[in-house]
Structure formats: C-alpha cells, structure tokens
C-alpha cells in the first residue's frame, strides 16, 4: 500500500506488486485479461519458488515453462494495478459455457434483506453442463420462500448466476478459522 491509497484501496484490495515482483490475471486459454476482468492470478519473480521438493510433476503444474506461478486463486487488477482477490479457481465452474465464479453469486445474495450467510457450488446439469446450487442461512425473521429467492436473484444478477437449486440450512459448515468447508456440501 501506499501512502496517498484512499482507505476503500486499502481495505479491499491486497496492494500493488512489489518491485522485481511481476502480477497478471489470465483466462483459461493463458491469455492475459483486460484491466478490471477476472483471471486466474499468476506471479512471476524472486519469490516464486523454484519447485516442490522432489516433486517434478507438481512442480510442472504449477510454475509454467515462462516462471510463471499459477497460484489457483482468481481476482482482478484494476488500471491502477491493484490486485483483488475474488475467488478459487478450482471453486469455479462453467453454466452453458460462461465462467460462475462462487463468490461473486454468494456476494450478490448476501444483498438479499433474510440472507444472512451463502456458500455457492456448481452442480451436474445435463443441458448446462453445471448450474448453480444455494445453501443459504437466512436471518429467521423475513421468512423468503425458495421461489421469493430465484425470482429476487434474476431481477439482480445475470441469468446463468441464478441458482438453480437452493437448500436452507441453520448454519453452514465451517472450519476453526472460520472458513466454509465446501466440500461439505457438494
């Protein structure tokens, strides 16, 4: 962070890189993304590891031929160069072809006036390839009926985000640090 970065900057992203540091955001074919689209995040520079401990294959994986780390997590640099982090790369999934990023659903839902927690995970769909499933926590007071929730998300994100299934649970499951255990709900 820098000095003159307003306090909106500093809290929601995680800064610049640093000098001899090298950040960019690619899609799925490794090209690299327009400013403010998301992308798998890949670092380049002193701080990259060289590789995994005699792990030739897992090194392969994850550093490209160029020194490139694939780190898995996905986000977005702005014009200005900062990095945002958005999500997992393996918690994405494709709806009909389009990219569903888990969290940018859950944040949209979270908007939601009895949505008070919402973990996001692709499912089988036979047209779709995968659709989105909810498992929301809602605040017990404004009572929203499964049907209520759709028709609020299609009025408020793009029709492949739309759940295509939602499960109310009393809480979500967490781990000591306070992190959705996704694989829980799969």
Request: glycine share 10%.
């Amino acid at each position: 962070m820098y000095p003159n970065d307003d306090y909106e900057t500093i809290a929601t992203t995680s800064g610049k890189s640093i000098e001899g540091v090298e950040v960019k955001c690619v899609d799925g074919d490794g090209k690299e993304v327009a400013s403010g689209d998301q992308g798998e995040i890949l670092v380049k520079g002193f701080n990259v590891m060289q590789g995994y401990l005699d792990n030739p294959e897992a090194t392969e994986e994850a550093i490209d031929k160029e020194g490139w780390l694939h780190t898995g997590d996905i986000g977005i640099i702005d014009d200005k160069g900062y990095l945002k982090i958005t999500d997992r790369l393996k918690d994405m999934f494709i709806v009909g072809g389009f990219n569903a990023y888990p969290a940018e659903i859950e944040n949209i839902l979270l908007n939601h006036p009895s949505i008070i927690q919402a973990a996001v995970v692709g499912i089988p769909d036979e047209r779709m390839g995968e659709v989105p499933k909810a498992f929301l926590v809602t605040n017990g007071k404004d009572l929203s009926s499964k049907e209520e929730i759709i028709k609020w998300a299609k009025d408020n994100m793009a029709n492949y985000k739309v759940p295509r299934e939602i499960e109310f649970l009393d809480s979500l499951p967490v781990n000591a640090a306070g992190k959705i255990m996704k694989f829980k709900l799969r």
